[in-house]
């Protein structure tokens, strides 16, 4: 079982609609990333967060620590949204970046 | 004025080669580092470097080795090329403290591929 679990691993979404992507993680953390890697390979870091909850144009990050908990809203979805979205986090014990295997979104217009 | 610059973009070598990939950042972090990116997208760790000192190796084979001259600059360099070793490579990097973490910056990758 991977210490970084995401749901779904593939979300089909028309375009307007709300989209919710799930991380829980098994390990204690110092910071929780959400990545966003579009179908040209390219990885942007999206939030970086610790706790409560951040927000960037139309792109919601929330975290749960003690749930071990990490949900990334995007409102309005657009075709352009398009892509894996990774969450990874930083392992308090050692450090370590562990990252979830991506949940693959398809906005379709 | 890129924060992450790789190279080169695409690889295609035979197997046995030696290649290297060149990773550069402008960003004054002090840890960068190298993940390879399988065919399902998943991201693995390969190397994490500090001011010049490896500090994690995912158990990587020793025939991939990276090469630090200066805190700016991680290198990747992999002997004796293998089938297996087609995958993306991402170099990345972030300013890492005991009270502080940046976010990750990561380069465009580099596709390699061995036939």
């Known amino acids: 079982k991977n210490e970084v679990e995401q749901s779904p691993q593939n979300l089909t979404a028309q375009e307007g609609e709300f989209i919710t992507i799930n991380c829980s993680y098994s390990v204690g953390i110092s910071a929780l990333h959400w990545l966003q890697q579009h179908p040209g390979g390219g990885i942007v870091s999206l939030f970086m967060?610790?706790?409560g909850k951040k927000k960037h144009g139309r792109l919601i990050a929330t975290i749960n620590i003690q749930e071990k908990h990490s949900s990334l809203h995007i409102t309005a979805s657009h075709p352009r949204d398009s892509a894996v979205y990774i969450c990874a986090v930083r392992s308090g014990a050692t450090n370590k970046l562990i990252f979830g295997t991506g949940t693959l979104l398809a906005v379709q217009p | 004025d890129t924060a992450v610059s790789q190279t080169p973009k695409y690889l295609v070598t035979q197997m046995g080669n030696d290649k290297s990939i060149k990773c550069e950042q402008n960003?004054?972090?002090?840890?960068m580092y190298w993940y390879k990116q399988d065919s399902k997208k998943f991201l693995k760790i390969m190397f994490s470097y500090n001011n010049k000192e490896l500090i994690i190796n995912e158990t990587v084979p020793n025939r991939f080795s990276p090469k630090s001259p200066d805190k700016a600059h991680l290198n990747l360099h992999i002997n004796s090329l293998e089938l297996g070793d087609s995958a993306v490579y991402f170099c990345?990097?972030?300013?890492?403290?005991?009270?502080?973490?940046?976010?990750?910056?990561f380069g465009n990758g580099t596709r390699l591929t061995v036939t």
């Open positions: 960003l004054g972090h002090d840890t």
């Open positions: 967060l610790s706790s």
């Open positions: 990345a990097s972030s300013q890492v403290g005991v009270f502080y973490n940046s976010p990750l910056h």
